[in-house]
């Protein structure tokens, strides 16, 4: 099992970049894939961005294409999302997932381990 904890979110202006970070427990973090997904007022949650295992392998949602980076250090058992050139259509609460599934898509019901998640603000 592993507990996520997110922290770095914030409120920002349009055109403003945040780094989040997902502080992962126990010592088979290299063993989970890992996905960032956000959700706003009156929505469902979304796929922003996914990385495997080795994060050699990442996938992102097309909103964010290009803006966006997530990265992993295993050694620190830390995943990361790099948020550059942010919309106001970005802010949503920001969730960090875990999978042991071999196969994983950008469905939240392939994650098993969810964090707390942390609210993203940003101004027009």
């Not at 929505?43 to 980076?69: L, M, P, Q, W």
């Not at 949503?92 to 196969?103: K, Q």
């Amino acid at each position: 099992q592993v507990q996520l904890v997110e922290s770095g979110g914030g409120l920002v202006q349009a055109g403003d970049s945040l780094r989040l970070s997902c502080a992962a427990s126990g010592h088979t973090f290299s063993s989970y894939a890992m996905g960032w997904f956000r959700q706003a007022p009156g929505k469902e949650r979304e796929f922003v961005a996914r990385i495997n295992r080795s994060g050699t392998i990442t996938n992102y949602a097309d909103s964010v294409k290009g803006r966006f980076t997530v990265s992993r250090d295993n050694a620190k058992n830390m995943v990361y999302l790099q948020m550059n050139s942010l919309k106001p259509e970005d802010a949503a609460v920001y969730y960090c997932a875990a999978t042991l599934n071999t196969i994983v898509g950008r469905s939240t019901t392939q994650y098993e381990y969810w964090g707390q998640g942390t609210q993203v603000t940003v101004s027009s």
